[in-house]
C-alpha cells in the first residue's frame, strides 16, 4: 500500500519565479492538505482540497494556489517566490479531510 | 482561532526511562481530533497517536499514551521505555471535523526530544 508521496524531493530557485510542487495521496484516500513548515517552527496550514476544489484555505496571499485533479492527486503553485516562501513543503492526505492526516516526505524548496 | 502550545522546546531522556510531553490547546469547538506527531531528522512527519475529544477513555499507541484533559484543554504525551529511535521532533496537532474551520488542522512549534544511551 503506497503511502503519500510528494515531488521534487528538493528545489531551488530565485525570487520572482514561479513553483509548482506535486502530490499523490494514500491509496483510498480523495483529500489532500498542504502545509508550510519554516525551519524549527510546526506546519502551517495552506489550504485543503477535496472533490477538486478548495475546501479551507489558511492566511496565506493569493500567490499560494493549488489544484486537485480527478484521480485525487493535487498541485501546490507558488507565484512570484519571495526569499520567506524557502520552507519544507508537506502535503497530507485523509479520507473526507475530516480525520487522521497522513503525511509525505515534503518537498524542501530554496529560494535565492 | 484555534491554538496549540508546546511549552517545552527540548526535552531529554535517558534510554528506557519515561518522559512526558506537554500541551495545551485553546478552542470554542466541542466535538474535536487531537494528534501527536513525531518528525525524525529524515523530516517525514509520522502519526504517533489519536484522540477524539468525545471519548473520554485515554489513546495507547504501544508506549505511547496520552493524558486527554478537556476541561483543562491539555493533552500530554508519556512515553515510556524510551528508545534511542524515539529521538525526534513532536508536534502536537488540532483538528476540528465540523464546522467552519473543519479539517483545518493547527500544530504547535513542536519539542525536540533527545534519547540518551
Known amino acids: 500500500d503506497a503511502g503519500v508521496t510528494q515531488s521534487p524531493t528538493h528545489l531551488i530557485k530565485t525570487r520572482g519565479q514561479q513553483v509548482t510542487l506535486r502530490c499523490s495521496p494514500k491509496?483510498?484516500?480523495?483529500?489532500v492538505s498542504w502545509y508550510q513548515q519554516a525551519l524549527g517552527q510546526g506546519p502551517q496550514f495552506i489550504f485543503q482540497?477535496?472533490?477538486?476544489?478548495?475546501?479551507q484555505r489558511g492566511n496565506f496571499p493569493d500567490r499560494f494556489s493549488g489544484h486537485q485533479f480527478p484521480n485525487y492527486s493535487s498541485e501546490l503553485n507558488v507565484n512570484a517566490l519571495l526569499l520567506g516562501d524557502s520552507a519544507l513543503y508537506l502535503c497530507?492526505?485523509?479520507?473526507?479531510?475530516?480525520?487522521?492526516?497522513?503525511f509525505g516526505p515534503g518537498t524542501r524548496l530554496t529560494v535565492l | 482561532a484555534q491554538t496549540v502550545t508546546q511549552s517545552q522546546p527540548e526535552m531529554s531522556v535517558q534510554e528506557a526511562e519515561t518522559v512526558t510531553l506537554s500541551c495545551t490547546y485553546d478552542?470554542?469547538?466541542?466535538?474535536?481530533?487531537l494528534f501527536w506527531y513525531k518528525q525524525p531528522p529524515s523530516r517525514q512527519m509520522i502519526l504517533v497517536i489519536r484522540?477524539?475529544?468525545?471519548?473520554?477513555q485515554n489513546a495507547t499507541e504501544n508506549r505511547f499514551s496520552v493524558n486527554f484533559q478537556k476541561a483543562a484543554k491539555s493533552f500530554s504525551l508519556k512515553i515510556s521505555d524510551s528508545q534511542l529511535g524515539d529521538t525526534a521532533m513532536y508536534f502536537c496537532?488540532?483538528?476540528?471535523?465540523?464546522?467552519?474551520?473543519?479539517?483545518?488542522?493547527?500544530f504547535g512549534d513542536g519539542t525536540t526530544l533527545t534519547v540518551k544511551p
Open positions: 497530507a492526505s485523509s479520507f473526507a479531510g475530516r480525520d487522521t492526516q497522513y
Open positions: 491509496s483510498g484516500h480523495d483529500t
Open positions: 482540497y477535496y472533490e477538486e476544489e478548495e475546501r
Open positions: 478552542t470554542s469547538e466541542n466535538n474535536y481530533y
Open positions: 484522540q477524539e475529544a468525545y471519548k473520554q
Open positions: 496537532a488540532f483538528m476540528p471535523p465540523g464546522g467552519t474551520n473543519a479539517g483545518k488542522s493547527t
